[in-house]
């Protein structure tokens, strides 16, 4: 759900399933982005209906060209809480410095995760349902106060490491992350493994298929002394229309928190830039807390 930038391009239709279309800051080379996103959900555990913000942000980016193949380049991004009136200024989702050249690029900050773009990112293509496996293990999608190496294509594979510093003010401190994928024709892999601090390491595997009018997804996640399992998606792309249907299942270690899920999903592009959505997750098991229980999210995306 929270993506920099998806492109679904089958069948002649594109499909945009993310943030931004970047606007330039006239004469600064800088560009300012944003998704505003909102939805009412409707949770049959709370019988209620509720207005929520969903997953807001606004940022900043560019580069520079330094000359000789090399380049430096900067991203700082926060949410933005469209459903309260007072504080609507959130956490820091990414802020970065970096440098890139032929060799790849190295950057310092709360920068990507490789984990989650070598594998959580596979079975996270919805708005707001998606992936729930992958969220209950806590795989991570941004990690703060680290360095993080990115790799040029290497004819097809792509590798990303990342280290994070001590500090007594993470909760994982020390953690490192290793994320590789690999694409050949239509077919794109990916491992990814995180050395948590805590000794509860992560491991995953993914896979991605895209075919003629569809896509196929799968992620795979283990974290030790906590549990496994997949998060799975088929998409078909329809003209301006997007229908997916996810599957999830987590088998607990302690044997307490087992949950299989159903979600379905519909998206509308009314714009390159403006789309709605319809979400339904129904579980059997306990997710989040809450037992055998469903949910509904109707919602609006305005990007720019």
Known sequence: MKKQLICLALAGTAMTSTTVQAVEIADTGIDFYGSLRI?????????????????????LKGERDLGEGLKA????????????????????RYGYLGLSGDWGAISGG??????????????????????????TLDGGSRIGQSALYESPDLAGLKLKAL???????NDDEGQHQLGAN???????????????????????LSASYSGNGFYINGAWIDRDDTGSGIDALIGVPSGKNLYTLGLSSLDDDAGTDDFDAVILAFQRSLHR?????????????????????????VGMNFNF
């Open 73 to 92: 380049f900067a991203k700082y991004e926060v949410a933005v809480n469209l459903d309260n009136e007072g504080d609507s200024i959130g956490d820091m």
């Open 163 to 169: 280290v994070q510093i001590d500090d007594d003010d």
């Open 110 to 135: 709360k920068v990507a995760s490789p984990f989650y773009d070598a594998v959580g990112y596979y079975g996270d293509y919805m708005w707001w349902d998606s992936a729930p496996v992958y969220y």
């Open 39 to 59: 939805m009412l959900e409707h949770a049959e555990y709370a019988d209620d209906t509720e207005y929520k913000d969903a997953s807001s942000r606004i940022g």
């Open 182 to 204: 690999y694409s050949i024709g239509n077919l794109t892999l990916g491992a990814a493994y995180t050395d948590a601090a805590n000794d509860k390491d992560i491991y995953g």
């Open 273 to 297: 830039d403006v789309l709605v959505w319809v979400e339904a997750m129904a579980w059997d098991g306990t997710l989040y807390g809450i037992e055998d229980s469903n949910v509904v999210h």
